[in-house]
DNA sequence: CGACGATTTGAAGACCTTCAACCACCGTGG
DNA sequence: CCACGGTGGTTGAAGGTCTTCAAATCGTCG
């Protein structure tokens, strides 16, 4: 169910498609090939660039199911992870001519995609994209204060209560994303992240019944390092 | 001059009166105080709290002239400065019914406050938020890339270009805010900040005329060293 | 099983922080 | 006129956190 549409604003003008089946064999189209063939529902494999940093901006996107990371690199290849998009999330929304980011899929996942002309003449609509750009902006900010001011643990605890509280169960939760993915989400190495998770692990705090299926065993002790 | 009214979609309802002469004898009081009293233009002094993290968010403020800083605060009392806002820029934003931040006067400064209820009804002055919003929010994601991924010699010298390019004259230029500040908006210690700046006036690629008076001589070379 | 990517672990070192002292500037007041 | 105190800024030395480089282990999938 496309969140747009399920939004108090009902009745938007963009699309009268909701999120529906996905169609395996858009997987390795671009989202502008794509949509010229198929419409508002595209499919992407796992790793799979869904744009990058500079493409023309056509289009938003809404994710279906799956997960999404938006991302900046440096010239020599640093990077830094945005932010994780999942189910219901919209990311893409640019008010320049270009994409400032490049977006991957983390996971196989499937999005709806937008047009970004004509999106000016529905007031709700309007509003509702305001609304997201206000709820990224918020996020962004959260973020900065922890790649600022956070130490290592507090940046994983940070992390895991955060990505917990998005997942359907918030003890029992899947990793979508690799450690590498963490460690630039966090600002860290992977290594750090790595021996940071092997630390709360030995600390009984969390438990990995496998490298990315976690459960979090006490909630209040991570609570109290996540800042 | 108000921006918003200078824009390109002229005419915004939300206030007729240009920003003006300050009135000095506004400094003492907080905006929810003043704004009741004299309308929407208010002085503030250095260092004065405009809002707290956490106060109703009322209204929102455009810079008439001096500089803001916008910056959350972790339990214990570190500290990250978001944004430095100067003539121009808009500040105070949001889409809850509290702040997110605090926003504190880095020198004496005339803001414009703006009713946040009521601005929903004019489509242009709506478009103008959502542009601001945006724009906020990839300044945000390129402060993340530096906090996460620079080194302080590339944070410090980003920052030092990004001042220039925003002041008047961009290789004279006057740092309106302390050392502390410009930590704790790179996400650095005040002494790491000091010594990079010692460090690139030894490599003759920026002068102090004063601490806070700043030339910079070698544009290219800080510019390599910013990235 | 065997190979490959992902993850963990270890040891050494770099970068930044911490703690502490010192310096420069400035308005105050004896 | 200069001592005084306060703020802001610089510098030094030691230490800690995180990174880097390297190797081992795990997990998954032909």
Redesign the pocket.
Known sequence: MSTLLASPSAGSSITTRALSIPRAWATDMRADEADRVLGPVHNYAQ?REIYGEGDPAECFFEVGFGVVRTCKFLGDGRRQIDAFHMAGDIFGLEITADYTFSAEAVCDCALVSYRRHGTGSDMRLSQQLFSYAMHGLAQAQDHALLLGR??????VTTFLIGWAKRSPNETEVT?A?????I?DYL????????????YL?RAALIT?V???QVRLRDMNALQELSS
Chains 1, 2 share one sequence.
């Open positions: 790793g956070k130490s290592a643990i507090e940046k990793l994303m690799t450690r590498q993915d460690a600002g860290l190495t992977i290594e750090t992240v790595s021996r940071t998770l092997t692990e990995f496998t490298p990315r």
